[in-house]
């Protein structure tokens, strides 16, 4: 159920950030019920969900979920969105700090760029750094959380 929660999580970032539908988060909980010999309700009302309720629904299903596991886990799909619409980037950026937030700033050594980022971005946008600089040091560093953790 651990990695159930922890796919959820995963999710549900990718899904915020608008990186997938919500009809791609209904097709993976269709396919998880089929595969489940006894479901879980979180997973079944992700499945029955709404576009609009997908988000609550997926963030039901991730309580108890592993904080940074999940992140790690998106980061390949999270560097091919912003490398594929960079102007995305600084949404990323903010939702990754508000998660570290969140998280009392406890943040694994390879993520920490985390807490800079929006702070970059958001000096890019009043002309104090160049936007193409930050995008870069993001996408870079987000490279290097990749490579750190070996996903892909």
């Not at 997938?20 to 992700?46: F, G």
């Not at 091919?80 to 969140?102: G, L, N, S």
């Not at 958001?122 to 040091?137: N, P, Q, T």
Request: net charge negative.
């Amino acid at each position: 159920m651990q990695d159930i929660r922890n796919d959820a999580a995963r999710l549900s970032l990718l899904h915020d950030l608008g990186v997938i539908s919500a009809n791609e988060v209904v097709r993976w909980a269709d396919d998880l019920i089929v595969s489940e010999a006894k479901p879980c309700q979180e997973l079944i009302d992700l499945s029955t969900s709404s576009a609009k309720g997908v988000g609550d629904a997926l963030r039901s299903l991730a309580r108890g979920a592993d904080v940074w596991l999940p992140i790690e886990a998106a980061l390949p799909r999270i560097l091919e969105f912003v490398t594929a619409k960079p102007d995305q980037a600084p949404i990323a950026a903010r939702a990754f700090y508000h998660i570290a937030v969140d998280q009392k700033y406890e943040v694994p050594k390879t993520l920490r760029f985390f807490l800079n980022a929006e702070d970059d971005f958001d000096l890019a946008e009043s002309g104090i750094y160049r936007f193409d600089e930050v995008y870069h040091r993001f996408v870079d560093a987000i490279k290097a959380a990749i490579a750190a953790y070996g996903v892909a």
